[in-house]
């Protein structure tokens, strides 16, 4: 397999030369790659894209669960097929090591798997049956039966943090595919050789499962035009991002001028915070800070669900436990940040607390002469001198935090009730701490997608009961997520059948039940 700096247009390649090209920038030494050109795609291209998508939507959405899922486990084999070439790729865009980039690798394998070992039993489809009862009085009942469906043609925009599991073939991609919809990718400009890589695994996985042509494109591009024209074309039902609340906010109000607004499921900003609490600070105070510190400092603080904040109550305790975190981030290395954008996003925002004057700088990390590396950052502030100032919620993407230490239990709560929506939440708490704690959680409840108990936001695990979203504005609908098997539910929807005869029924909600799925018959699980 070769980078040639193509668009992949349903089963084809197509070399286009469209203005100047562009190119990604390896940061560890700050040089653009020039080896291959990279050209934003044509309006034709795109609209070429869309098409077959739209034609193969018609097919696509009618294959079995079985079939779809052989798509996903060849997705996934092609994936590991493409071997070193794929994570030495990836390492020089995004200068990520390469232990990172084989579990990263992994666990973009592992969800294919997962979504196309889930899908095959039909649980998902949510069949729901309430049989006709003509006797009913006063009224009699028809024969209600509902399924879900593919809502169409989905673009996903790949993410600059995560080049595999949250890009070409991540997420959204995966329960998109396994829902029974097409799939147009945006490549992520910062790492278009291994976008391009993944994207002809995917091509291939198509070919060898006879699966539409069209079920899978992927367009390259750097310029907001390239994902403006995506959203806004009519053939295009739902919309897939992870990146910054700018960008997604962007696409979000985008897709609401449309004709026919769709959804556009961005998963965005987060500071997620961090609370302690008195008893867990006494028991566990050095334990906690080096731990948060590594969790701050987790590949270069470049996780959506980075600690940018965290509270601790004002004590003797915590006096010991700064302490123990000046040491713990004097230690820390800075690393080189995935963008020369990010990177200076990073310089941009710690800048900005530094020069607010509210926020005191108590340790930083190791510098490195890497122009690209981030230099892990620590803040302090006051809870009663900063509650006013909206620095305290604002994300800084990267590996700094801010410590804010409080007064009394009433500034705990009153800090968890001024939050904003956040993918997470954190405590770490003893038994001495139960009554804050129980009236933490139901506060916290409301405003993030997962609370995590003495541990750290930043794993993120594939699994049926993950939730990665949370209230505006973590996310644009903090009613899904977009990691774990329910990421499906944003590409399906409910279609109810009345008293449509048996052969005119999708084969879901068919009285024999020839595909052996789990249903709600009247009220009562079946199988």
């Not at 994207?199 to 994902?227: C, L, W, Y």
């Not at 607004?261 to 050095?286: C, D, H, Q, W």
């Not at 939440?425 to 009554?435: G, K």
């Not at 059948?497 to 699980?525: E, F, M, S, T």
Request: hydrophobic residues 35%.
């Amino acid at each position: 397999m070769k980078i040639q700096g193509q668009q992949i247009i349903g089963l084809t390649l197509e070399q286009y030369q469209n203005g100047d090209p562009f190119y990604p920038v390896n940061p560890n030494t700050g040089e653009e790659i020039k080896s291959v050109d990279y050209y934003n795609a044509s309006t034709d291209h795109m609209n070429q894209a869309i098409q077959l998508a739209a034609k193969a939507h018609a097919d696509y959405k009618n294959t079995t669960a079985k079939e779809r899922a052989e798509f996903l486990r060849a997705i996934a084999r092609e994936i590991e097929n493409i071997g070193p070439l794929l994570t030495d790729t990836a390492g020089a865009e995004t200068g990520l090591p390469d232990g990172r980039l084989n579990g990263e690798r992994g666990r973009t394998v592992g969800q294919l798997n997962m979504f196309a070992d889930w899908i095959e039993d039909g649980a998902y489809l949510q069949a729901t049956i309430d049989e006709a009862m003509p006797d009913r009085t006063p009224m009699p009942r028809s024969d209600l039966r509902k399924v879900n469906q593919p809502i169409g043609p989905v673009v996903v925009f790949g993410a600059s943090n995560f080049p595999l599991a949250f890009s070409v073939a991540g997420g959204d991609t995966a329960s998109a595919l396994a829902a029974g919809c097409p799939v147009v990718v945006k490549g992520h400009p910062a790492h278009p050789g291994t976008s391009e890589l993944v994207g002809k695994a995917i091509q291939e996985a198509a070919r060898k499962t006879n699966m539409p042509d069209g079920v899978f494109s992927m367009v390259q591009g750097n310029t907001h035009e390239v994902g403006q024209y995506l959203v806004m074309h009519p053939r295009i039902k739902a919309v897939g991002f992870t990146g910054s609340f700018g960008g997604g906010k962007a696409l979000y109000d985008l897709a609401q001028t449309r004709p026919t607004p769709i959804p556009v499921y961005a998963e965005m900003g987060s500071t997620n915070p961090v609370f302690i609490l008195p008893g867990a600070l006494k028991a566990r105070g050095p334990k906690i800070a080096a731990g948060l510190a590594g969790s701050i400092n987790l590949g270069a603080g470049q996780f959506c669900t980075n600690p940018g904040v965290f509270m601790v109550p004002d004590s003797d305790e915590s006096e010991n436990f700064t302490q123990d975190l000046q040491t713990a981030f004097t230690d820390l290395d800075s690393q080189t940040m995935l963008t020369p954008g990010i990177h200076s996003a990073y310089t941009s925002g710690t800048s900005k607390l530094r020069d607010s004057g509210a926020f005191r700088v108590l340790a930083q990390g190791q510098s490195e002469e890497n122009k690209l590396a981030g230099r892990p950052t620590l803040f302090q502030a006051r809870y009663a001198d900063v509650k006013a100032n909206a620095l305290i919620s604002e994300e800084v993407f990267g590996p700094a935090s801010i410590m804010v230490t409080s007064d009394s239990t009433d500034e705990i709560l009153e800090f968890a009730k001024s939050l904003d929506g956040h993918l997470t939440a954190t405590i770490h708490a003893e038994d001495s701490d139960s009554d804050v704690l129980d009236q933490l959680i139901p506060v916290l409840q409301e405003k993030v997608g997962r609370i995590i108990f003495n541990g750290y936001p930043t794993g993120v695990e594939v699994c049926h009961a993950m939730v990665h979203g949370g209230p505006f504005p973590a996310t644009t609908d903090s009613s899904t997520t977009s990691v774990g098997t329910s990421a499906i539910y944003r590409f399906l929807r409910p279609v109810c059948y009345q008293d449509i005869p048996d052969q005119h029924l999708p084969d879901a909600l068919k009285r024999d039940n020839p595909l052996g799925i789990p249903r709600l018959v009247n009220g009562k699980q079946e199988l």
